[in-house]
């Protein structure tokens, strides 16, 4: 059981805008702790997607955008392209456990 | 171009010992603290170690204090995995991340990663 919460799956067609949120409580999201998101293929090194909450790292496309409210957060991904079929991740720190935690994970599917 | 390349990973009985390499390239490998993470077979991410630029400040997940070790040598722009007393569970890739600054901060995320290392541990 992950201290974030994700679903563990999404779809969309190509073009459309799917997101993805991610659950948190009271002692990391809603501590004030930031969310990012991290793009892993199989076999690939994971790639940041956007960090703290909603900043885009040079390179990542402006289709991805990230927010964070309350003890949630949530990747958004418009104009859906093939290649961003992949596992999706949110991650943050929990001050309870003392420790940087990860979601679940949710597996995107590109109809 | 930063880059990030694990090796050391492999087959281990239930109880051995296994150590595991990072070498960083493209950065000042002593200005950022880095971080393992890892990935077991059909599960997600778990942050695993984190080790600051200087090498002073050490963090561990509970599931793995007292049995691994991390370490860095910055003339060799490297960083290791030490892990002892290795269980069934802990069989999974092992990432190794950079974090953004040279000091691990609760607010850390992982900007580059490497492609990983494969640990077994079966008997």
């Known amino acids: 059981q992950s201290v974030l919460t994700q679903p563990p799956s999404v779809s969309g067609a190509p073009g459309q805008r799917v997101t993805i949120f991610c659950t948190g409580s009271s002692s990391n999201f809603g501590a004030g702790y930031k969310v990012h998101w991290y793009q892993v293929l199989p076999g690939t090194a994971p790639k940041l997607l956007i960090y703290a909450d909603n900043l885009r790292p040079s390179g990542v496309p402006g289709r991805f955008s990230g927010s964070r409210s309350g003890s949630s957060a949530s990747l958004a991904i418009t104009g859906l392209q093939a290649e961003d079929e992949a596992d999706y991740y949110c991650q943050s720190y929990d001050t309870s456990l003392s420790l940087w935690v990860f979601g679940g994970g949710t597996t995107l599917t590109v109809l | 171009e930063v880059q990030l390349l694990e090796s050391g990973g492999g087959l281990v009985q239930p109880g051995g010992s296994l150590r595991l390499s990072c070498g960083g390239s493209?950065?000042?490998?002593?200005?950022?603290?880095v971080s393992w993470v890892r990935q077991a077979p059909g599960k997600g991410l778990e942050w695993v170690s984190s080790?600051?630029?200087?090498?002073?400040?050490?963090n561990y997940a509970d599931s793995v204090r007292g049995r691994f070790t991390i370490s860095r040598d910055n003339s060799k722009n490297t960083l290791y995995l030490e892990m002892n007393s290795l269980r069934v569970e802990d069989t999974a890739v092992y990432f190794c991340?950079?974090?953004?600054?040279?000091?691990?901060?609760?607010?850390?995320?992982?900007?580059?990663w490497g492609r990983g290392t494969l640990v077994t541990v079966s008997s």
């Open positions: 991340a950079r974090c953004p600054l040279s000091g691990t901060y609760k607010g850390d995320y992982f900007d580059y």
């Open positions: 493209g950065f000042t490998f002593s200005t950022f603290a």
């Open positions: 080790i600051s630029g200087s090498g002073g400040t050490t």
